[in-house]
């Protein structure tokens, strides 16, 4: 099949070579397992054909959806393995991904948002009752990765009326920005780590802060969000370019995300930040 228009055909190449490695077609395991990163999950897969700008066409991103829209149940949750917890951040990374693969009006993406809506915890965010550090003050919060992820989602899908909804949410966000020590049960902060340019946009880091929060008009007109896209620009170079500090490690040899170096996919998606920011389009859905 064609794909010209992929964003970077060699990269894309480089992630079809490792279609079979986890046992099964597309990323997938025998068994089913869509989350094992050995080297990328299904999951991961469609994240980063989202970024490479994958045609809805191509039976690699079919296929990888396909199995991970089975894996919805009736009541919009995702089970990720045959055996097992289901946890939010796994119905969060599946909706995530199929929203940004164009799949959000599927039936089961809806239902899979209908639930995420449904089980927001008591802060607006969303969390899972994982307590891998044990348990404090901090864990008694959200978890910041996975609100993030969820908000990337609805960023999407959401109707005007549920965006604004999800205020309180963005709230947890905006407010991690003044707190930035780890908080929920799996200990998202804001270190050195977090303030690193990484891309594409997968795990909780400065620039998939910004680029979600941009989104929504709440966080726009918040003192804190324009403090974290002051610290995103000054990871521009003398171009304009966005320069990627720290690539995921399994994905380090793609072309899009080369450390110490100017990214144009990367660049794209700060000039949607900058977009949405200047916007004044009062008849955007979210803002």
């Known amino acids: 099949m064609m794909t010209n228009d ?3 055909q060699a990269d894309f190449d480089l992630i ?24 990328i999950s299904t999951l991961t897969a469609l994240m980063i054909m989202s970024e490479l700008k994958v045609p809805s066409d191509h039976e690699a991103l079919q296929g ?3 199995l991970v829209l089975a894996a919805f149940r009736d009541d919009g949750r995702v089970r990720i393995a ?30 899979g948002l209908d639930y995420l809506f449904s089980d927001r915890y008591t802060d ?15 864990t008694d919060a959200s978890n910041p990765g996975v609100t993030l992820l969820v908000l990337d989602a609805f960023r999407l899908a959401a109707t005007p009326k549920r965006i604004a909804e999800l205020d309180r949410a963005v709230e947890t966000l905006l407010d991690h920005w003044t707190v930035k020590t780890p908080v929920g049960p799996c200990h998202y902060g804001m270190g050195s780590l977090f303030m690193q340019v990484e891309y594409p946009f997968l795990r909780y880091n400065l620039f998939y802060y910004v ?28 171009q304009g370019n966005i ?16 450390k110490g170096k100017p990214s144009k996919a990367a660049t794209k998606r700060y000039f949607e930040i900058v977009q949405n920011i200047e916007s004044k389009n009062q008849d955007h859905p979210i803002g």
């Open 124 to 138: 607006g965010g969303w969390r899972c009752n994982k307590f891998l550090f044990g348990r404090g003050p901090e």
């Open 211 to 238: 680029y979600v929060l941009s989104f929504y008009e709440k966080a726009r007109q918040d003192e804190r969000f324009k403090a974290a896209l002051s610290v995103l620009k000054q990871k521009l170079d003398s």
């Open 243 to 258: 320069i990627v500090e720290r690539p995921n490690r399994k994905l380090s040899q793609l072309e899009i995300c080369k």
């Open 6 to 8: 992929v964003l970077n």
């Open 64 to 66: 990888a959806a396909e």
């Open 16 to 39: 079809l070579g490792t279609r079979y490695d986890n046992g099964a077609d597309y990323w997938a395991t025998p068994d089913g397992r869509l989350g094992i990163e050995k080297p």
């Open 82 to 111: 045959p055996k097992g917890a289901i946890y939010p951040c796994h119905t969060a990374h599946a909706v995530t991904g199929l929203c940004r693969n164009g799949y959000s009006s599927d039936p089961r993406v809806q239902a």
